[in-house]
């Protein structure tokens, strides 16, 4: 395993800009990425013969086209390129400026654009399938908005350069705080008396104090001590070790944290997984798997929210409501100088005559449907985080029927954690904090279990 990771690396050092290492391992060009592909031959020669195709030789085309799309790097070679980050950089464009021409049009894509990407987060959520598509989105929506701003709204001379200022300045905040909740959430990291094991996590190590058991709950010395017989004590302990072992991750987990499916990950206090924070993580604990490529950790465990990012990611939904708020009453008060702003997206005369103001105002519309959803799912957190309750529990609880809901589901109380409205915002803000940074043993503990998922 070693001797392979070390002779791909070594042939990814000699790579030029537009060479690369194929899915074969084999060394490749990005010249013949239309070259090669037996796939390709057995499926045209079946349409050319009119016979059926099979469906291992389209799964095989879509495989050899993934891994050839690569686009030239300075260094490292060339650089594979995800087709879903594609679609959103020309969607989006097109659909604005084709809503722009007139008012139906635009009534039916701002009507039609949530529709598909609300079906196609469904589609990929029950798939369980890792997509950049949202990310994209996002990033690139962003990015529109503001260059529609600089290039349409501002020459019309109704923006000053104050205001401007604190556009971009609320632009490049979003963005830095969208980078810090990118970093790593919370990972349990597997431990050295847990990992290959399926009898010590049952019971404490007998050379060790059962108070330190690999930061698992002493669940035996409490029983023990409430009901004075120690086998009592070691079935309770089997009970619990097994609700929160995790046969995937093989770790113990602690109260409140869960499994990811989409990531394969287990997260300290999961909320949530998020389909836009989903690149790589700047975690130091990955560079240590750089040596096993098929490490589950590597480059996917920052798509969760926990409670390592829940507070970055609140102010990443602040910054960008703030800035795109202020960002639509601007551009409104520009196309629309007559009209109240509240009402202003609704009635605005004139608006269609000109096909600059028309996309203004259709950008308008589109950053408040975006801001609308956003704003829905800050109310969502900040009404959890009031009542200590996790997305990812107070889905359960819902499902089992073991909660308390008001006001059609959007409050959720599980009794469970919650100590006070004061108490949970305390323990909230301070969550983060208590994360310890990893020890060389965990590292250690992490390689090893690359190594056996290997």
Same mark, same amino acid.
């Given at each position: 395993?070693?001797?392979?990771?070390?002779?791909?690396?070594?042939?990814?050092?000699?790579?030029?800009?537009?060479?690369?290492?194929?899915?074969?391992?084999?060394?490749?060009?990005?010249?013949?990425?239309?070259?090669?592909?037996?796939?390709?031959?057995?499926?045209?020669?079946?349409?050319?013969?009119?016979?059926?195709?099979?469906?291992?030789?389209?799964?095989?085309?879509?495989?050899?086209?993934?891994?050839?799309?690569?686009?030239?790097?300075?260094?490292?070679?060339?650089?594979?390129?995800?087709?879903?980050?594609?679609?959103?950089?020309?969607?989006?464009?097109?659909?604005?400026?084709?809503?722009?021409?007139?008012?139906? $049009?635009?009534? #039916? &894509?701002?009507?039609?654009?949530?529709? *598909?990407? +609300?079906?196609?987060?469904?589609? =990929?959520? %029950?798939?369980?399938?890792?997509?950049?598509?949202?990310?994209?989105?996002?990033?690139?929506?962003?990015?529109?908005?503001?260059?529609?701003?600089?290039?349409?709204?501002?020459?019309?001379?109704?923006?000053?350069? $104050?205001?401007? #200022? &604190?556009?971009?300045?609320?632009?490049? *905040?979003? +963005?830095?705080?969208?980078?810090? =909740?990118? %970093?790593?959430?919370?990972?349990?990291?597997?431990?050295?008396?847990?990992?290959?094991?399926?009898?010590?996590?049952?019971?404490?190590?007998?050379?060790?104090?059962?108070?330190?058991?690999?930061?698992?709950?002493?669940?035996?010395?409490? &029983?023990?001590?409430?009901?004075?017989?120690?086998?009592?004590?070691?079935?309770?302990?089997?009970?619990?070790?097994?609700?929160?072992?995790?046969?995937?991750?093989?770790?113990?987990?602690?109260?409140?944290?869960?499994?990811?499916?989409?990531?394969?990950?287990?997260?300290?206090?999961?909320?949530?997984?998020?389909?836009?924070?989903?690149?790589?993580?700047?975690?130091?604990?990955?560079?240590?798997?750089?040596?096993?490529?098929?490490?589950?950790?590597?480059?996917?465990?920052?798509?969760?929210?926990?409670?390592?990012?829940?507070?970055?990611?609140?102010?990443?939904?602040?910054?960008?409501?703030?800035?795109?708020?202020?960002?639509?009453?601007?551009?409104?008060?520009?196309?629309?100088?007559?009209?109240?702003?509240?009402?202003?997206?609704?009635?605005?005369?004139?608006?269609?005559?000109?096909?600059?103001?028309?996309?203004?105002?259709?950008?308008?519309?589109?950053?408040?449907?975006?801001?609308?959803?956003?704003?829905?799912?800050?109310?969502?957190?900040?009404?959890?985080?009031?009542?200590?309750?996790?997305?990812?529990?107070?889905?359960?609880?819902?499902?089992?029927?073991?909660?308390?809901?008001?006001?059609?589901?959007?409050?959720?109380?599980?009794?469970?954690?919650?100590?006070?409205?004061?108490?949970?915002?305390?323990?909230?803000?301070?969550?983060?904090?208590?994360?310890?940074?990893?020890?060389?043993?965990?590292?250690?503990?992490?390689?090893?279990?690359?190594?056996?998922?290997?």
């Amino acid at each position: 395993m070693k001797k392979r990771a070390k002779k791909v690396l070594e042939e990814e050092e000699g790579l030029c800009c537009c060479e690369y290492v194929n899915r074969r391992g084999e060394r490749s060009h990005v010249a013949a990425c239309c070259c090669d592909c037996e796939g390709l031959d057995d499926a045209c020669d079946r349409f050319l013969k009119r016979e059926p195709q099979k469906p291992e030789s389209l799964s095989q085309v879509a495989e050899v086209v993934t891994d050839r799309i690569r686009v030239p790097w300075l260094w490292g070679g060339a650089r594979k390129l995800e087709l879903s980050i594609i679609p959103p950089l020309i969607l989006l464009p097109a659909l604005l400026h084709l809503a722009a021409v007139h008012f139906m $049009l635009g009534l #039916v &894509v701002l009507t039609a654009l949530p529709g *598909l990407v +609300l079906w196609y987060y469904y589609f =990929t959520h %029950r798939k369980k399938g890792r997509t950049l598509f949202f990310l994209s989105l996002a990033l690139f929506s962003l990015a529109y908005m503001y260059y529609l701003f600089i290039t349409e709204v501002l020459p019309r001379g109704d923006v000053g350069l $104050l205001q401007v #200022v &604190v556009v971009s300045v609320g632009v490049v *905040l979003t +963005l830095l705080a969208l980078i810090h =909740t990118k %970093r790593e959430p919370g990972i349990v990291r597997p431990n050295q008396e847990a990992v290959h094991s399926t009898v010590t996590y049952y019971t404490p190590l007998a050379d060790k104090d059962p108070s330190l058991n690999g930061g698992r709950q002493d669940v035996t010395m409490t &029983v023990s001590s409430r009901m004075g017989s120690w086998e009592q004590a070691e079935v309770e302990m089997k009970e619990s070790s097994q609700k929160n072992w995790c046969t995937v991750c093989r770790v113990v987990r602690p109260p409140r944290a869960g499994h990811c499916r989409i990531c394969g990950v287990c997260v300290l206090r999961l909320d949530h997984h998020c389909v836009c924070v989903t690149l790589g993580s700047q975690y130091n604990v990955l560079s240590v798997c750089l040596c096993v490529p098929s490490c589950p950790y590597g480059g996917r465990i920052n798509s969760c929210v926990g409670q390592a990012n829940h507070r970055s990611f609140l102010l990443t939904l602040g910054l960008f409501l703030l800035t795109s708020l202020y960002g639509i009453s601007l551009v409104l008060q520009s196309v629309c100088p007559r009209q109240n702003l509240l009402t202003a997206l609704l009635y605005c005369p004139g608006v269609y005559n000109q096909y600059s103001t028309a996309l203004c105002f259709t950008c308008a519309w589109y950053s408040s449907i975006v801001t609308g959803g956003l704003l829905h799912l800050l109310l969502v957190q900040v009404i959890n985080v009031s009542y200590n309750v996790t997305e990812r529990e107070a889905r359960i609880a819902l499902r089992e029927k073991t909660a308390r809901s008001a006001f059609w589901g959007l409050v959720v109380d599980t009794g469970v954690y919650s100590r006070g409205f004061r108490d949970n915002w305390s323990e909230f803000m301070t969550m983060g904090d208590k994360l310890s940074p990893p020890s060389p043993a965990d590292l250690v503990a992490l390689v090893d279990d690359c190594k056996h998922r290997e």
